[in-house]
């Protein structure tokens, strides 16, 4: 794997190679979780495929004109042309893999996957979800001497990572830099002594079994599972959103804000996320247009009073999105007046949505008992209806989603678990 500047692209895409090239940015999360499944990649494929990392802060000029808007973009070229669908944002190790498989002969492929060893490992716990739900089971477990294993499909840390600042969570006397929260909460479990497997795919859950797979070929099994998958953004639904997604539409404003210095932006939302997330926009963005479905934000009155007070940040209450395109540089964002029905356009440099989150439970939803919304049901103890399944976090079915009922869900179940294992 080989790190490049601008001045070095021409030469290593055009030399009749294949190359797989990562446009990553620095504090931003899924561009972390991307390097080791990369790293682990390039090693695998990477005498068939040349794997080049590009530092897009540094390299500005030449992302904007390849068109790349979000942070990670892996790139794949065929002898100077790009021969696959860009991959962004919470990137997949198993798109990535099926990108490379297309791009090479099938026979190299089979002898590429035939040097792949499947393994079984043994814990007591595995926990699904390092956010901070999971990682306080994690340590209370690994204090009382559990044996539990920690997986997650990016790296620890959860939504906390990708939040710029976090003023109540308790403790704290100053507002913390959210990657560092969550960066201390991961360091205290893993220095305990929690076996991580962070930055892999889940490709299985077997609930009854108390089995996951990760990466296709590793197994993991245990007494009990504790899930604290949290929770993942809605999309609007809007037609263009699903082709522009990364490429102008972005869901991650620590990601994506800075390369909005001087732009124009339109935020879709007017909850808590869109509020807290606009007032760190306006730190790059000169002007944001926030439209929001309803005759009033719907986030906490301190953060609302403080986003109303930004000279940069307007609102267009009762209005909703109803599609997205592309004129050149620019972003149309059509959206409609819900009380008189006309369709207005909104054209911008790029497009934040924050409009929500469902529960993370796609892979394992089959027996569990849920809510009406999609979220877990679980007991005092939190646990589920599946005999030894625990459920933490914003992932549980309940009123408040905040650091601290999660980390407060993971420890009851660990301590429940502790206790049953004893
Ligand atoms: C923008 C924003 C700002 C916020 N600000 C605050 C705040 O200031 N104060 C506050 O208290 N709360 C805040 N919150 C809420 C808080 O972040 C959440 O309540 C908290 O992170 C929930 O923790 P969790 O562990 O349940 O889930 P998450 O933090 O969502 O973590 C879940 C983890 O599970 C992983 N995962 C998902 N699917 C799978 C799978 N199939 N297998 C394995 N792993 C998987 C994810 O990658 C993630 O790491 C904010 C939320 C957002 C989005």
Redesign the pocket.
């Known amino acids: 794997m080989k790190e490049i500047s601008t001045s070095e692209f021409e030469k290593e895409i055009t030399l009749g190679k294949k190359v797989v090239l990562d446009f990553y940015s620095s504090e931003c999360p899924p561009c972390e979780?991307v390097a080791p499944k990369f790293e682990g990649l390039s090693k695998i494929y990477g005498d068939d495929i040349t794997f080049l990392k590009i530092f897009r802060q540094k390299n500005k000029e030449l992302a904007e004109k390849l068109g790349v808007k979000s942070s990670p973009t892996l790139l794949f070229f065929d002898n100077g042309k790009e021969v696959a669908d860009r991959l962004s944002g919470?990137i997949k190790r198993s798109d990535i893999i099926s990108h490379l498989d297309s791009m090479i002969p099938e026979e190299k492929v089979i002898a590429i996957k035939s040097h792949i060893k499947p393994s079984v490992s043994d814990f007591d716990v595995i926990i699904?979800?390092?956010?901070?739900?999971?990682?306080?089971a994690g340590l209370y477990l690994c204090q009382a001497k559990v044996n539990a294993v920690m997986?997650?499909?990016?790296?620890?840390?959860?939504?906390?990572?990708?939040?710029?600042?976090?003023?109540?969570?308790p403790g704290f006397i100053e507002p913390q830099a959210?990657y560092m929260l969550?960066h201390n909460m991961s360091e205290q479990t893993k220095q305990c002594g929690t076996v991580y497997k962070v930055a892999?795919d889940?490709t299985k859950?077997d609930l009854e079994k108390k089995e996951?797979t990760i990466d296709e070929f590793e197994t993991l099994r245990a007494k009990r599972i504790i899930i604290?998958?949290?929770?993942?953004?809605n999309f609007t639904g809007a037609p263009g959103e699903k082709e522009l997604k990364g490429k102008g539409i972005s869901y991650c404003?620590t990601c994506d804000a800075k390369y909005f210095v001087d732009k124009e932006v339109v935020v879709i939302g007017g909850g808590?996320?869109a509020v807290?997330?606009s007032d760190f926009i306006a730190r790059f963005a000169s002007k944001i247009t926030m439209v929001h479905q309803f005759d009033k934000l719907t986030a906490n009155k301190q953060a609302q009073e403080k986003l109303l007070a930004n000279p940069k940040i307007s609102v267009m209450y009762e209005h909703e999105p109803r599609s997205f395109a592309k004129e050149g540089d620019q972003l149309v964002t059509e959206i409609e007046d819900l009380k008189t029905k006309e369709r207005k356009k909104l054209v911008s440099d790029g497009v934040f949505v924050?409009t929500g989150?469902k529960a993370?439970?796609?892979?394992?939803a089959g027996n569990l008992e849920l809510d009406q919304w999609g979220y877990i049901k679980t007991n005092e103890d939190m646990r589920t209806n599946i005999d030894g399944v625990y459920a933490?976090?914003?992932?549980?079915s309940k009123k408040y989603?905040?650091?601290?009922?999660?980390?407060a869900?993971?420890t009851i179940a660990a301590i429940a678990i502790s206790k049953e294992l004893d």
């Open positions: 979780a919470g699904l979800g390092a956010g901070p739900g999971g990682l306080t997986v997650d499909i990016a790296l620890p840390g959860g939504h906390v990572s990708t939040t710029h600042e976090v003023s109540n969570y959210g969550s892999v889940v859950v996951v604290a998958t949290g929770t993942s953004p404003a808590n996320s807290e997330e924050f989150f993370n439970i796609g892979l394992f933490v976090g914003d992932v549980i989603r905040q650091i601290t009922t999660a980390v869900d993971g």
